[in-house]
């Protein structure tokens, strides 16, 4: 059976899994007691391997095999959880990430687990992981690739081979050994399998036939086929094959199989004999028969739901956006036309292209749960490099954002994380001394609010110093001083956020190169969002990451300035007005108007924009009030012609860097209106 067809969902199915443990791990720390949750690491464990060894990945079902004798050790009460497991049992999963990540990107999944498995070979027989030297080597010894007395049969296999029993034929495991010397391994694979071929159905074959035909393998394979030939005929005719060493035909029992297949222990060392036939009696406990129900509802829970490659539904939102142009067109159209059929059948493609677009962004919605998993297990890992007790908590991992900000949004927080571990969370005796808890607080926490997402990182710790900021920014020329002085407190913070500045005492390898935190919000800003600082010196600091919730269709104001489209992104907008000319001031030689007792600058877009003005002015202006946090700014504007909903285009590379223009848009008449970034016009 080819088995690149399911390589997408074996690498998605394996990053889900060891997801699952690193979380589950996470929480068994904080209960060693409680068997439920080993019971959970246990099944992904159990399941992680079934399909490594059904894919042919061999280090990948060694480790997680031997991950899963130690985890049915705990459950079965043989072995006592504690912190000296936990890590070796992070370092297997760490191996298992590192594996799958590797054939996530064409490799082979090959990697030198032996150390970890002695270990755990070691922690199985009740000793300590540190060992003598001669004893990680016997354990390594004991781990090299076993092969199993029965080869993983997912469920089709099963299905194919208990039809073919019905049918009369016989299932048999074959392994042919080659000579050593032998040139053409892969000339000799194809007249084995030619042969079998004629005499059965190939059902599995371990290395699969790719790696077979690719010659990775050493000089032994195993294949699976069932036919109606005896034992010896099928042993003779292969043995007729030239460099043949040896052939072993194993005839195999149905039964046999599916209760061999149900047991927990699929391979058993040699190295622990008293262990593993202890767990072979128990292998009908109420944990198997719990395990059987758990995986019975999921078998349920899955067919419900099916995987879609990113790039399908990029396509499909491409194709959308250009329907959406298409639909603009039309209601341009019928209202020139004014023909109420037409109107009416517009009307109707409209209300359902809106609830298209509805079910299209929101198949494109991941929650950020999915971004915010990786987190507990960093902050773990860090606490103890920088010796510092740290609890994260995270509220809101159910907000959903789309794909494509999910996919730019990991690495900035990771900065920020490592930051508030780094910068703002004290030491615990520094901590102690100020009358605070030794355990620091970092919380991370997602919402909506409108059509945008928040997410926020705040942590308990010393708080950013305003003095110490600034003296930083002034010795490196970041500002002047005449600017310092008139700064509040929140600009003085979003300092820190400047290109190669650090206020870090000395150089860590968790932060303080001077680096991140500029990067942390160029990212941000390249997807539409703004980051904002708040922080009480002593009691901590508040990160605040806005983001829109797609980036691809976007609502709009249409304004119109002289014989051009400009659009204002909706979700910038406080509301609009129109402004008596009498009715504007001036102050700090900036035209300002009183907008509800603040006093707002305003901007004329058609001097920001350069745009040639053939009509005089009235003596009305329509402006637009927009806001970027605590900011806002009037934009005056000749017209307005409307909200529309518009496909939001790239201006592409050679337009990257227009000053306050995030994109273009093409309107239903085919005029391109400008995309305004509010922004970039507020800084």
Known sequence: MDMNQY????????????????????????????????????????????????MGYEDLAKLT?????????????????????????FLAVDDLEAMVQSIAEGGDGKRDVSDVVGKLLLIEKGESPVQSEAKSEVAAAAA?????????????????????KEQGFDTFEITVALREDCLLKAARVFMIFEILEK???????????????????????????VSKEMKDDIQKKLMKVSEVEKVDVNPISLDELR??????????????????????????????????????????????????NIERLDILMNLFEELVIDRGRLEQISRDLNNQELHETVERMSRVTGDLQNI????????????????????????????????????????????????????????????????????????KANGKNEEGTVVLKAYHSGNHVFIEIEDDGAGISRDKVLAKALSKGIVTEQAAASMTDNQVYELILASGFSTAEKISDVSGRGVGLDVVKSTIESLGGTISIESKLGHGSVFSIQLPLTLSIISVMLTEIQQEKFAIPLSSIIETAIVKKEDILNAHNQRV?????????????????????????????????????DKM????????????EVVLKSLGNYLMNVFAISGATILGNGQVALIVDCNALIK
């Open 144 to 164: 090299e690739p076993l092969h199993a007395a029965k080869s993983h049969y997912d469920e089709f296999e099963f299905t194919v081979l208990q039809q073919s």
């Open 360 to 431: 299209i962004l929101n198949m494109r919605m991941v929650p950020v749960e999915t971004v915010f998993n990786r987190f507990p297990r960093m902050v773990r890992q860090l606490a103890r490099d920088l010796n510092k007790k740290i609890n994260l908590e995270i509220i809101g991992a159910e907000t959903e954002l789309d794909r494509t900000v999910i996919d730019e949004i990991g690495d900035p927080l990771v900065h920020l994380i490592r930051n508030a571990l780094d910068h703002g969370v004290e030491t615990p005796e520094t901590r």
């Open 259 to 308: 209760q061999y297949e149900e047991e927990v222990e699929i391979i058993q060392t040699t190295v622990s004999e008293a262990p593993a036939n202890e767990m072979v009696k128990n292998a009908d406990t109420p944990n198997k028969q719990e395990d059987k129900k758990a995986t019975s509802s999921a078998k349920q829970a899955s067919s419900k739901t099916i995987r879609v």
């Open 7 to 54: 390589l997408e969902v074996f690498i998605e199915e394996s990053k889900e899994h060891l997801q699952a443990c690193n979380e589950q791990l996470l929480e068994l720390e904080k209960n060693p007691e409680d068997i439920t949750i080993v019971n959970e690491i246990f099944r992904s464990a159990h399941t992680l391997k079934g399909m490594s060894a059904t």
């Open 65 to 89: 095999h031997q991950m899963e004798n130690v985890l049915d050790a705990i459950r079965n009460h043989k072995l006592k959880f504690n912190p000296e497991i936990l890590d070796v049992v």
């Open 593 to 629: 108007i009183d907008f509800r007792g603040k006093v707002v600058p305003l901007l004329f877009l058609k001097d920001v924009f350069e745009v040639p003005v053939f009509e005089e002015e009235d003596d009305f202006y329509s402006v637009v009030i927009v806001r970027k946090g």
């Open 199 to 225: 005499i059965g159905e190939v059902i599995k074959s371990n290395p699969s036939v790719d790696q077979l035909e690719e010659e990775q393998f050493d000089h032994e394979f195993t294949v699976t086929i």
């Open 633 to 644: 700014a009037g934009l005056v504007v000749d017209s307005f012609i409307g909200q529309q």
